[in-house]
């Protein structure tokens, strides 16, 4: 699969993987008695109701053809959520930041099982098969958006677990992190430090994962 085919594969995937992202936030979060994102009409999988111009079509864009192909990222609009509505008001928040990433994560884990198993019985070639690229794409995207989103900087999942267990004498340090976690996460995105690449560590990362499920490198 090459040039717009590849661009638009990897754009769909994407979109769909952000989406069941968001959508699984909104679920748990109605779980634990919030029902903000359901009343907002979010709990869907109609990717219409999630749409973000930026964060779903020109970043991810914007990053493939900045890094030649070796990353597209980016996101849908966030859901809905007010957290004082949580039976568990101590871990409620971490419960629901956890939740995007599992679902990413399983994602990667079946499609990339499946992936294995074509693998092993021989029923399909790596090499020019656009079912193969199907599937590495999707178990790439997702093991990319859960690893990502694991940071602990605002606004990312991370920083949602991360703060449920920091202790009210380090209120100064979160402050700090939500004003300026956005800035240190684009810098470190964009602006190598040294002979230090963040999107290099997370492809590394990406890689291994990879490799881990499917059994296969990621090509």
Same mark, same amino acid.
């Given at each position: ?46 990717? +219409? ?9 020109? =970043? !991810? ?6 890094? *030649? ?8 609009? !966030? %859901?809905?959520?007010? !957290?004082?509505?949580?039976?568990? *008001? ?10 995007? /990433?599992? /679902?990413?994560? %399983?994602?990667?884990? %079946? ?6 198993? $074509? ?6 070639? !790596? ?11 999707? /178990?790439? &995207? ?8 694991? &940071? ?17 004498? *380090? ?12 800035? &240190? +996460?684009?810098? =470190? +995105? ?11 560590? $997370?492809?590394?990362? /990406?890689?291994? +994962? ?10």
């Amino acid at each position: 699969m090459t040039g717009i085919l590849e661009i638009i594969a990897l754009l769909l995937i994407l979109l769909f993987s952000v989406v069941i992202h968001e959508v699984a936030h909104g679920t748990v979060a109605n779980w634990l008695g919030d029902p903000t994102a359901k009343y907002s009409g979010r709990l869907t999988l109609n990717p +219409l109701k999630h749409l973000d111009v930026f964060g779903s079509f020109l =970043l !991810p864009l914007g990053l493939f053809i900045a890094t *030649q192909g070796r990353m597209v990222l980016g996101y849908a609009k !966030p %859901v809905p959520i007010n !957290p004082t509505n949580f039976r568990d *008001q101590k871990y409620g928040s971490a419960k629901v930041a956890v939740a995007g /990433v599992a /679902v990413n994560l %399983v994602l990667a884990v %079946v499609f990339g099982l499946a992936l294995r198993s $074509l693998l092993s019985f021989g029923l399909i070639n !790596p090499v020019a098969s656009t079912l193969y690229d199907m599937f590495a794409y999707i /178990v790439a &995207i997702n093991l990319l958006l859960a690893v990502f989103n694991l &940071i602990p900087l605002p606004p990312l999942d991370g920083s949602h677990i991360l703060f449920t267990f920091l202790s009210s004498s *380090q209120d100064d340090f979160k402050v700090f992190l939500q004003r300026y976690g956005g800035l &240190i +996460l684009i810098f =470190l +995105l964009f602006f190598p430090i040294g002979g230090f690449s963040f999107m290099d560590s $997370l492809q590394r990362i /990406v890689s291994l +994962l990879f490799k881990g499920i499917v059994g296969a490198p990621l090509l």
